[in-house]
């Protein structure tokens, strides 16, 4: 079984690409939302964000996501720290579901390949790349942010022109109509290949 990385930057649409291929059965895998959950379920982890943030960090045993939010934003040792803990927990349950999986390859979701230099971890890499208009308007639709904090993240990532050389597959996902025939077209190309 093939390990497909999707990633983009933030409001690219990986989430709505990721859905595509899962209506093409194709098994999914989420990392941000996993980490989340995770996040709120594991006691290792609840104990070690409070060591690290103090009990701000949880609001009667959920994450507080806000002040997480506010604490690593400026604070890049903090939000490594953060990780650090986090992440092997997440990558232990991803391999744990891998095992469980019955396709072909599934797709793993994820927004920061590049910029952890986790390429080697995947057999294809699909990138999924919008304006930044589009992508600005989108994650204000969808969260309670800022324009600014908006195009903070977007500067700390790599820009797409970079992460497109890397990839494997692009998919352009400002119409959804043609992003969905991409995503028929990458899962065509992927099912002949891997047969």
């Known amino acids: 079984m093939k390990i497909v990385g999707l990633t983009g930057g933030i409001g690219s649409g990986k989430t709505t690409i990721a859905n595509y291929f899962k209506s093409l059965g194709v098994p999914i895998y989420i ?22 943030f103090g009990d701000a960090a949880y609001i009667e ?46 797709i793993k979701e994820v927004a920061i390949i590049f910029e952890n230099n986790l390429e080697s971890q995947y057999d294809f890499i699909i990138t999924v790349v919008a304006d930044e208009a589009i992508r600005v308007a989108r994650v204000l639709k969808r969260d309670d942010t800022s324009k600014d904090k908006i ?45």
């Open 31 to 52: 990392a941000d939302k996993e980490a989340k959950a995770l996040m709120n379920r594991s006691k290792v982890i609840k104990r070690k964000l409070k060591e690290l």
């Open 61 to 106: 045993g959920e994450l507080n996501r806000p002040f997480l939010a506010s604490q690593i934003f400026a604070d890049k040792d903090l939000l490594q720290k953060m990780n650090a803990i986090v992440h092997p927990k997440v990558a232990s349950h991803f391999r744990r579901w891998l095992k469980k999986q019955k396709a072909s390859y599934i």
């Open 151 to 195: 195009k903070s993240i977007i500067n700390n990532q790599l820009p797409d022109s970079e992460k497109i050389k890397k990839s494997d597959f692009v998919i352009i996902n400002e119409n959804l109509e043609s992003a969905k025939v991409k995503v028929l077209e990458i899962h065509n190309k992927l099912t002949a290949v891997l047969q």
